[in-house]
């Protein structure tokens, strides 16, 4: 991530098309973001990251362990992460093994055939329907306990699509990816080599931008100690969720860009609040609070505002301490004094 600044304006290319933003909406989101690492930040963000098992899977190309840890992740979407885990606590949820299983004993259905068939599968597990009523009695599919049936479809759609797009490799499908966005001379390659690896798994059924960012964002930066070329588009993957949107509308950061949306896949659009976010991330040295850090940690600063605001965190800025209903009246908020206190309603 490259930004430069020329005059009344901030040049940043966090995708392949260059966007300017204004210097002062910049440099306001950036002294209130700022403050927020400072008090939020996860300064062994990387360390925490790092993960054994991943690595010994990664080194050996385990495509089952890998899917099992992001079928595993992408359960965690439209719930809260209390429900969604103790539901797979008593319930389980699919592996690799499994529907392969299943998979190998050839099921009627048309829409098993192959990841491109699978297309609009659309089972529904309370009404117990799909796309091909004539072949549910003996499809595997509704055969997993899982809390809806888009967890269902997602399980087999990203089986098909780590089986054929990633042809059982999806170690080697990655480093194929980034190996051809790794051209020192091209213009913006992080956020080529993000796209390249995001834009074909976002055609994975059910999976949103939210958890497949969160995931990947694990994945490449735990894998640093056996693939350390993942770290560098790792640390560049951000996961806006509602908490992170909230904070860019209340503290007036999207106003001031022009760049107002409702929370959603707009979050993730030329302007939104992922590129908000890379923007502001240009301007801070992130290792100012970590030496081993990249200087440019976009990561880093998504996580310290989800942090500022979780529960889990400092538990400051969301709808439990705000009435968004009107300005937030937090004076103990070390924000208080520089943030524009937009309402959220």
């Known amino acids: 991530m490259v930004a430069r600044r020329t005059a009344g304006q901030v040049q940043v290319r966090p995708t392949a098309n260059q966007i300017d933003f204004d210097t002062s909406a910049v440099d306001h989101a950036t ?21 054994q098992d991943l690595c010994i899977a990664i080194d050996r190309r385990d495509t089952a362990a890998l899917y099992d840890r992001l079928i595993y992740s992408f359960s965690f979407q439209g719930i809260s992460d209390e429900v969604a885990e103790n539901y797979m606590h008593r319930h389980g949820r699919p592996t690799w093994a499994a529907i392969r299983k299943n998979l190998a004993q050839h099921p009627t259905c048309p829409k098993l055939k192959t990841y491109w ?88 059924y059910g999976v949103s931008d939210k958890v497949l960012t969160m995931a990947l964002s694990g994945i490449l930066i735990g894998a640093a100690a056996v693939r350390p070329r993942w770290l560098e588009v790792g640390v560049a993957l951000i996961a806006v969720d509602t908490l992170v949107h909230n904070f860019l509308h209340r503290t ?94």
């Not at 973001?33 to 925490?48: K, M, N, P, T, Y």
């Not at 595997?140 to 780590?162: E, I, K």
């Not at 976009?298 to 529960?311: D, E, G, M, N």
């Open 117 to 204: 068939h699978f297309y609009d599968c659309r089972y529904e597990k309370t009404n117990r329907t799909c796309a091909e009523p004539d072949h549910i009695g003996t499809c595997p599919v509704p055969n997993h306990r899982r809390r809806n049936g888009h967890l269902n479809q997602l399980a087999y759609s990203l089986y098909l699509f780590m089986r054929e797009v990633a042809d059982g490799d999806l170690v080697g499908w990655i480093d194929n990816l980034l190996d051809r966005a790794n051209d020192p001379g091209t213009p913006d390659r992080l956020g080529q080599a993000q796209n390249a690896l995001i834009d074909p798994l976002r055609n994975v």
């Open 31 to 51: 002294r209130l973001i700022h403050q927020v690492c400072c008090l939020a930040g996860s300064f062994d963000l990387i360390e925490r990251f790092a993960d």
């Open 252 to 345: 007036g950061i999207l106003n001031r860009f022009n760049a107002a949306h409702p929370y959603g896949a707009g979050c993730y659009r030329p302007d939104g609040c992922a590129d908000i976010i890379r923007a502001v991330a240009s301007q801070i040295d992130a290792r100012q609070f970590n030496r081993a850090f990249p200087k440019v940690f976009p990561r880093f600063v998504q996580h310290a505002i989800w942090r500022y605001c979780s529960q889990q965190g400092l538990d400051i800025c969301n709808g439990n301490r705000v009435d968004d209903r009107q300005r937030c009246q937090n004076r103990y908020c070390r924000l208080y004094g520089i943030c524009d206190r937009i309402r959220l309603k």
